[in-house]
């Protein structure tokens, strides 16, 4: 077996005028590992991930952003903490958006943007659209009120939000960038976006608006997601869920349309959702008892192509995964929540 120059007890041999050479005391270690390829070493699932959130505010910003859509950088601080404080209350969140590309630097004033205000609730699924110039005029929007069916009138409805926000996680840029530029020569309106939640299923998207979400995609993945969502159906293998859904909701939903063979947009909807019997304490308040179930019970339907709904209940176990570093700036290891299905069964 031959020896290299830097193997333990190898010694090299000099003649009088060579000076030997010493080893190198600093080489490169490998490349940290980050987030997004250490969850797919886990072979953690992207299933049941999507975000709690049913309406999101978004704010055209296109300058670089910070680690947070509200950090004041480009808002006024005032106004950026009336504005998260309302965006709270209404159990909205916050996006800043921005078009693919290169983004230098903007100020506060660097002209007219746009604003817009998605709701994803079954129903409700619009985008109302809107124009800003001063900060102060987003005061104004009323984040409770309901979508008028006119708010489709008022832009696009067919968007794809792309996770790029690099100060907040490196892989979301390195990853979402290419991805975002790729969905925008498709007829989607494309933009990039900050913070979606999950960095570590990046490139992340959500499709507004109906808010479902998709995760570990490059630029093929991701023209083929869009494809066949415009089709009427969902790749399975890269859906983290619906945008407003509880997580248990999720995952019966995902699991459902694995075990039935049927990927097609809503052909799986849920009826009911509630912790499992076993799982309810007695003389608890329902919220704790949620809060703390273990157990849940979902009740789903099944629409068929051809003959009736069928409908299903699913049982789900909550479980915990073990603590890895969830984000590239995790500096402590975090455990997350997962569901798996115990007993699925037809109940009509």
Known sequence: MTRHAWSPGYVRHCGPDVVPAEAPQDLPGPPPLRCADGARLRGESLAASAVRYRRFLLLEVPGPWGSSALDARHLDAGVARQLGAAASASGAHVLLIRRPGRHPAAGPAAGQRAWALADTSPGAERVLWGTWRDPADLLSLDLTAGLPATACDTGP???????????????????????????????????????????????????????????????????????????????????????????????????????????????????????????????????????????????????????????????????????????CLDSSPKAETRYEVLAFSRIC
């Not at 989607?188 to 979606?196: F, I, M, R």
């Not at 960095?199 to 997601?225: C, K, N, Q, Y």
């Not at 809503?266 to 608890?284: E, K, N, Y």
Request: some cysteine; aromatic content about 6%; overall charge positive.
């Open 157 to 327: 409805q067919r968007l794809a939000l792309v996770c790029t926000n690099g100060k907040r996680d490196q892989c979301c840029a390195l990853r979402g960038r290419p991805v975002a530029d790729a969905i925008a020569t498709t007829g989607w309106d494309t933009w990039e976006c900050s913070h979606l939640g999950g960095h570590r299923f990046a490139a992340t998207i959500m499709l507004l608006p109906t808010g479902d979400m998709f995760g570990w995609l490059d630029p093929e993945s991701a023209l083929e997601v869009v494809r066949w969502f415009g089709a009427g159906q969902l790749v399975l293998s890269q859906y983290r869920g619906r945008a407003g859904q509880p997580v248990p909701v999720q995952a019966a939903l995902h699991a459902a349309a694995v075990r039935l063979g049927d990927s097609r947009r809503d052909a799986v909807q849920a009826l009911s959702a509630c912790p499992a019997p076993a799982a309810t304490g007695a003389g608890r308040p329902d919220r704790q008892a949620e809060d703390d179930a273990d157990l849940w019970q979902v009740e789903i339907i099944h629409r068929t192509v051809h003959g009736p709904a069928a409908a299903y209940r699913v049982i789900l176990a909550r479980s915990r995964l073990a603590p890895a570093l969830l984000s």
